[in-house]
């Protein structure tokens, strides 16, 4: 699957981080000890793309530290409460980092711009957290095409990597040519639509009442023209 991003053998790592790093984090609860548990078969860290084997540059400004960047693998047991599980891992590994959830020949990407936490140095801020919906191993060069990406530094390729998600998972609602900001500001209209409809939707199953039920049948039909 990876050999698509054709990411030189030197960036390669290809170890496996034991789940019991992830379990006796302090930090975390028991419901977030037993997701992990439960949820996580395997963790890989598959490649580290740095200055002397990716020629990315360091970046370091007041919020954050880029150095390098992370390709991680986390094999699922099953598909369920990835977002959960991939802010678990984000927050365990403080380092801008590509996360592919696999479930049998399904990947998932998960990306997200991290800076320090202004209260505690040792803790990272996840930005916003992105993923895409489960694929096949098979489209990941088509999402991220690393060759075309810049690579004046750790940030600016990244941020290369956080815009290309960005722009997939705006393709069902919008063919035009986005930036990755337009992509994401794009994506949150969406997302806020589909929750006012689902609100909507069950107030209409709810109501007994026939005005009323022409009434938010009307609400629906103006938010789905939006």
Same mark, same amino acid.
């Given at each position: 699957?990876?050999? /698509?991003?054709?990411?030189?053998?030197?960036?390669?790592?290809?170890?496996?981080?034991?789940?019991?790093?992830? #379990?006796?984090? !302090?930090?975390?609860? &028991?419901?977030?000890?037993?997701?992990?548990?439960? =949820?996580?078969?395997?963790?890989?860290?598959?490649?580290?793309?740095?200055?002397? *084997?990716?020629?990315?540059?360091?970046?370091?400004?007041?919020?954050?530290?880029?150095?390098?960047?992370?390709?991680?693998?986390?094999?699922? %047991?099953?598909?369920?409460?990835?977002?959960?599980?991939?802010?678990?891992?984000?927050?365990?590994?403080?380092?801008? =980092?590509?996360?592919?959830?696999?479930? $049998?020949?399904?990947?998932?990407?998960?990306?997200?711009?991290?800076? %320090?936490?202004?209260?505690?140095?040792?803790? *990272?801020?996840? $930005?916003?957290? #992105?993923?895409?919906?489960?694929?096949?191993?098979?489209?990941?060069?088509?999402?991220?095409?690393?060759?075309?990406?810049?690579?004046?530094?750790?940030?600016?390729?990244?941020?290369?990597?956080?815009?290309?998600?960005?722009?997939? *998972?705006?393709?069902?609602? !919008? /063919?035009? %040519?986005?930036?990755? $900001?337009?992509?994401?500001?794009?994506?949150?209209?969406? =997302?806020?639509?589909?929750?006012?409809?689902?609100?909507?939707?069950?107030? #209409?199953?709810?109501?007994?009442?026939? %005005?009323?039920?022409?009434?938010? !049948?009307?609400?629906?039909?103006? &938010?789905?023209?939006?």
């Amino acid at each position: 699957m990876y050999e /698509q991003l054709k990411i030189p053998k030197t960036c390669s790592v290809d170890k496996t981080i034991f789940k019991k790093m992830f #379990l006796e984090n !302090s930090d975390l609860s &028991v419901a977030d000890r037993k997701v992990l548990s439960d =949820m996580i078969g395997k963790v890989i860290w598959k490649y580290s793309l740095k200055v002397d *084997n990716y020629y990315l540059k360091p970046y370091v400004d007041e919020q954050r530290e880029y150095r390098e960047i992370e390709i991680l693998e986390v094999q699922l %047991n099953k598909q369920s409460k990835e977002k959960h599980i991939a802010e678990l891992i984000m927050h365990a590994i403080p380092y801008p =980092m590509i996360l592919v959830l696999r479930f $049998e020949t399904e990947i998932q990407l998960w990306v997200s711009h991290q800076r %320090n936490s202004q209260n505690d140095k040792d803790k *990272n801020v996840l $930005e916003d957290l #992105l993923g895409t919906k489960w694929l096949q191993a098979a489209d990941l060069a088509d999402i991220l095409p690393f060759e075309q990406f810049k690579r004046a530094n750790c940030y600016v390729f990244y941020s290369e990597v956080v815009d290309a998600i960005s722009r997939f *998972n705006v393709k069902d609602y !919008s /063919q035009q %040519n986005l930036s990755g $900001e337009e992509a994401r500001l794009l994506l949150k209209k969406e =997302m806020e639509k589909e929750v006012k409809l689902t609100k909507l939707r069950a107030q #209409l199953k709810k109501e007994t009442q026939f %005005n009323k039920r022409v009434e938010i !049948s009307m609400q629906i039909r103006k &938010v789905e023209k939006e």
